[in-house]
């Protein structure tokens, strides 16, 4: 069952084609979608959306580390991303994108690791697994990670690390996935292409991240569900299986992380 597991169809740049965007994911094959809100009107704009698609659509909500700031009062934020929770059983399966990104300047590193310290305990308390995003920021996020999130489940959004810090993600608990998206499909990426054939298929998923992260030979233009299935190819050849192993298993996998049928 091929799964796009990180989509952020909320944004403006589905203003003009929503509807048809998720047609299409479906003609290609894609059965489900996690659609990711990272700040308070994302999550009130996907959850809206989500309820169109029951079945099809699942959630991840939070607060993405560059977006702390516009979030108001974050905590009262949080809090309220509680109750949410609460009023969607089934539908938010998953808390996140929470981490670090030391790459945009937005918010200082120390505000960053007090709320996806915070996230981390929310998710705890609410029994959800945790969606993180990390940029120029693993050696803190790996610390954090050991030091509170052992043994929970977690999706490595986009995994940008080498392969060392792969295995060590996946020390932490054999709930611990990572996520490839369209950069692996890239000629060039031979850090990521390592990646992808050393991580076990048991431990992947295969996601888009659109609009963003559009996998070759469509680089540059907006990406969409739909490709996430030239991710699956590239990691069907890096790996020597068939692609219909990398989308059954990857499948598997999403559907046993985030506890959907
Ligand atoms: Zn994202």
Request: hydrophobic fraction near 40%.
């Amino acid at each position: 069952m091929l799964i796009d597991a990180h989509a952020h169809l909320d944004l403006e740049d589905y203003a003009d084609d929503r509807a048809e965007t998720i047609e299409r994911a479906r003609q290609t094959g894609v059965e489900r979608i996690l659609n990711v809100g990272v700040d308070p009107p994302r999550w009130n704009s996907s959850l809206e959306l989500a309820r169109r698609y029951p079945g099809y659509m699942y959630l991840a909500l939070g607060l993405h580390p560059t977006d702390i700031l516009r979030a108001g009062n974050p905590d009262a934020a949080l809090e309220r991303l509680g109750n949410i929770v609460t009023e969607n059983p089934g539908l938010v399966v998953a808390l996140g994108e929470t981490g670090l990104d030391y790459y945009h300047e937005d918010v200082p590193p120390d505000i960053q690791k007090i709320y996806f310290e915070k996230q981390i305990d929310l998710a705890a308390r609410l029994n959800l697994p945790l969606v993180i995003h990390c940029r120029d920021a693993m050696p803190d996020l790996l610390a954090i990670l050991k030091q509170k999130a052992a043994g929970r489940k977690i999706m490595m959004h986009c995994f940008t690390g080498t392969p060392a810090e792969a295995a060590e993600c996946i020390a932490l608990g054999e709930d611990v996935f990572i996520s490839m998206a369209g950069p692996v499909t890239f000629a060039k990426a031979f850090e990521r292409h390592e990646v992808a054939r050393t991580v076990p298929l048991d431990r992947m998923l295969v996601e888009t991240d659109c609009p963003f992260l559009t996998p070759h030979p469509f680089r540059g233009r907006r990406n969409e569900p739909a490709r996430v299935r030239l991710v699956a190819e590239k990691i069907a050849e890096l790996k020597g299986v068939t692609y219909e192993e990398v989308a059954e298993q990857t499948g598997r996998n999403v559907r046993r992380l985030f506890g959907i049928v």
